[in-house]
């Protein structure tokens, strides 16, 4: 028995030794750049706590969205003050208590959430999530994203960074192996917008797949009509616009096949919100705004020349649907 009780005690503290490492190679990069200021996600919360009721539109979503949509072209276009929430694999549940967190300080008349069918399914990237969670002043906030946003698997990843890290730490392992292809270091940023100046090559065009459909995508339809509902009903108590965005894809891989159930699937669920604006900026005013592969970084993130376009768009969906 105590051999047993041995083993257990050294299991035990191997496992937390491991952690620590981990948690030290992983977060160290992190509070170096929130020491430095240079932190994406701690200066837009900065942002967003120090200048109280100083914005009318806010842009939830993904990466998607915060290289989409340019403040300063929407500043100018719909003559207010606008900033870019969008936050890496922002999660349905997590744009939800972003919401919250943002309602405490800020007073927008409008906004903008960007979404698709990996924001909704049951993979989540908790070290993205709870990067940007750290950075809510609310205690209340931050533990119900954790517990009633992911519930048991929230909790073991927020206290094991053997698991919040287990996708960067399967990366860098193929990294060994493979060579990984590097973006610029990601550094001209503007009221939360990431200028990419990236233009996708042939070469990755060739390799494009298929968009996101409902047989190569977990989508979790409850979680996403769960999360949709609060974000509404927060919206609608605060007298706030809501447009919901599809962002768009580059032309050639919306070619590789004719399967439209992501753009289906939220066609019709808007349907029954008469308030809502849904915008599907694949074809929305094609004749206008026409999107081609040079205006994307990768397959599926634009790059300047389509944050232009989509910035444009959303300028004339809100100045049509002004309140």
Known sequence: MKKFLKHISYGSIIFVLINLIIAFKYEYPAYKA???????????????????????LIVLGSSRSYTG?????IDKGLNLNS???????????????????????????????????DLSDNTHDFYQIFSNSSFFNSTK???????KGYGTKGIGNFLFPLMKF??????DLKSLIYERNKKPPKKIWYKGFYRDTVIVSEKKI??????????????NEKRFEKYLTKIYELTESNNIQLFVIRSPYPPTRLKLDNNKDEENYYKNYFKNYNDVGYYDLNNYKQDVFKYEDIDF?????????GATKMSNQIID???????
């Open 34 to 56: 929130i020491k430095n200021k240079t932190h994406k996600n701690y200066l837009k919360w900065n942002s967003i706590h120090s200048n109280k009721n100083a914005y009318d």
């Open 69 to 73: 949509f340019n403040p300063q072209l």
């Open 83 to 117: 900033f870019n929430m969008g936050t890496s694999a922002q999660d349905i549940a997590e744009s939800y208590y972003t919401l919250l967190e943002i309602l405490d300080y800020q007073n927008p008349k409008y906004v903008v959430l960007e979404t698709y069918l």
């Open 141 to 147: 906030n931050k533990y119900n994203l954790i517990t």
């Open 166 to 171: 287990n996708n960067y730490i399967k990366q």
């Open 206 to 219: 060739n390799e494009f797949k298929p968009i996101p459909n409902f047989n190569n995508k977990s989508f």
């Open 297 to 305: 970084s990768d397959f599926h993130h634009v790059n300047y020349k």
């Open 317 to 323: 969906i809100v100045s049509n649907n002004h309140q």
